[in-house]
């Protein structure tokens, strides 16, 4: 499948998108007041530690705290605090290759999680900790932080501390693994551990010994760093969302990058000069006059990405709805009847609703918990079609996913590992009219509440007086007309009644003033 990364660059904005056969599927923005965290190594501070939830804040110079989870302190930490001041064979293993590293071990067995729990140093408030970045922050949460630090680069991760040699499980060829094994062993300084990556799979010695000892040299100046700088203080900020897109996603499956900024032009040349001088002519500069995502068609499906219907090749489409807690998919059949056999219907659209929700996933960054609604399947086996596709699709994904098979009712639950905001939560904010619930008290009802409390405010008073305020939405049901309602409410209720347009008030809320004092006096009837 031709697969090829776009970059757009508009003033301080740069876009990248990565299409396969032409369609969109992955899609990253940078922007220069929002740059990307994950991957920032921190000098912390313990601000508390709460046992109830085995986590603890960390205090990283941010408005929120960073939340480390027990599970993901790493029992060496000693190890890392001997950079701070305080006191304190090889593992042929086989590590998943994750393009994010960062977080690679934040997902443990339940008796690695325990044995885990038992090792880990004692905290302290106040105690300065070494962390890094593994999600970015969503709505009121801070960073989500490991003390299992790792650096990331093109071909290898390396793990300070760690010990452990891994290779990457997608190179399937045991003669390359036991090769790419036996380089790092005899390259790898006691003490230090390293994931080769699957990019490094054809490389030689002599480009891993080079890009291991660019690592060492950033993790020396790391270590310089911690030992003259006070908490809270960054003390590594990763690459750039271009730069990362560029390291882990850039390989001899991707036929080109095409990019309109002479700036990253040269960047991206200048840095696969360095570490893939092979690749450096797939690289092309955007020249023409028309806007480049126009040129490639990724305008038409980004604004596909940001609706809430999604329309599928046969007439049928999904409708995907994103709440706090999770997100819902619902699958339609829309006009389709290809067949009087409903069960074939039902199984081909699935079926390709399976594929778009896998892409529409990716393409939006969705991740927490994920439930899908099927169209109902009789048979057993064509449940397990619609699963099986499931997996084959999202095993292109690069984030974790978790798929449960079908239930009886059509639902199939997902986990997919959250790193950022997705895309929605990224280019949309709350309507402040009606918190994100979609959904207004309507005029009448909100009438009748007016009038209950007038109600209420006139019992043993003689003609009181009060002022209302109302945002102009309501206007003209309550201050125009043949005879306007307001002068209907001081008829009935005996009340001398003014109403004051506000525009600071949501179109449903309604505020009642004493005209003396100017006291709010809405919640006191």
């Known amino acids: 499948m031709n697969k090829e990364i776009i970059i757009n660059t508009i003033g301080d904005e740069t876009r990248i998108a990565i299409t396969e056969g032409g369609l969109l599927t992955e899609y990253f923005v940078e922007q220069s007041d929002s740059q990307r965290s994950v991957g920032n190594i921190y000098l912390g501070r313990v601000a508390k530690v709460i046992p109830g939830i085995k986590a603890a804040f960390i205090d990283v110079g941010h408005k929120q705290d960073a939340f480390l989870h027990f599970s993901d302190i790493d029992p060496k930490i000693e190890e890392l ?17 994750e393009e994010n590293n960062h977080d690679k071990n934040s997902v443990t067995t339940q008796s690695s999680y ?17 962390v890094q970045v593994t999600k970015e922050p969503v709505g009121n949460k801070g960073f989500r932080v490991t003390t299992r630090i790792t650096l990331p680069g093109r071909f290898l991760v390396l793990l ?37 990556r699957t990019v490094a799979a054809n490389e030689d010695e002599g480009t891993i010994r080079e890009e291991l000892n660019r690592l060492l040299d950033t993790w020396k100046e790391i270590e310089q760093t911690i030992k003259n700088e006070k908490a809270p203080a960054l003390v590594y900020k990763d690459a750039s969302t271009t730069s990362s897109v560029i390291r882990d996603l850039f390989n001899y499956e991707v036929s080109k990058i095409i990019v309109d900024s002479k700036k990253i032009y040269k960047q991206l040349r200048d840095y ?7 690749l450096e002519d797939r690289i092309e500069l955007y020249k023409g006059k028309e806007p480049i ?13 940001m609706s809430r219907k999604v329309s599928l090749p046969s007439g049928g489409h999904i409708v995907i709805d994103q709440t706090e807690a999770m ?24 079926l390709e609703a399976a594929r778009e929700i896998c892409r529409q996933v990716r393409l939006r960054d969705i991740g927490g918990i994920i439930i899908i609604d099927f169209i109902d399947l009789e048979e057993e086996k064509n449940k397990k079609k619609v699963f099986d596709e499931l997996k084959k699709e999202f095993r292109k994904d690069r984030a974790k996913v978790s798929i449960l098979p079908m239930t009886e009712f059509g639902l199939i639950q997902i986990t997919r590992q959250r790193v950022r905001k997705s895309i929605f939560q990224r280019t949309r904010d709350v309507c402040p009219t009606c918190g994100g619930t979609g959904i ?42 043949f005879f306007p309602r307001y002068i209907r409410w001081r008829i009935k209720f005996r009340i001398r009644l003014y109403v004051e347009l506000d525009v600071s008030l949501k179109v449903d809320e309604f505020r009642f003033y004493d005209p003396v004092t100017g006291r709010d006096v809405t919640t006191d009837y």
């Not at 696969?272 to 092979?278: F, G, R, S, T």
């Not at 290809?338 to 199984?347: D, G, K, P, T, Y």
């Open 327 to 350: 997100t819902v998919i619902d699958v339609n059949t829309g006009k389709y009847a290809a067949s009087m056999h409903q069960e074939i219907n039902s199984l081909k659209i699935n």
């Open 272 to 278: 696969l000069n360095q570490v893939h001088p092979n």
């Open 440 to 481: 207004l008290i309507s005029k009448e009802s909100l009438l009748k509440d007016i009038e209950h409390w007038l109600r209420r405010f006139k019992l043993g008073k003689i003609l009181p007086k009060v002022v209302l305020k109302i945002n102009p939405f309501l206007e003209n049901v309550i201050l125009k007309g």
């Open 160 to 196: 300070p501390f760690d010990n452990k040699i891994g290779v990457s499980k997608k190179i399937h060829d045991p003669r390359k693994r036991k090769r790419l094994r036996k380089i790092v062993r005899s390259i790898i300084p006691a003490g230090f551990g390293v994931v080769v």
């Open 293 to 305: 995502f126009n040129v490639f068609g990724i305008e038409p499906q980004l604004r596909i990405a």
């Open 114 to 130: 325990q044995r885990s729990i038992q090792n880990i140093p004692k905290l302290e408030k106040g105690k300065e900790i070494i």
């Open 81 to 97: 605090n001997t950079l701070i001041g305080d006191e304190d064979s090889d593992l042929d293993i086989d590590d998943e290759d």
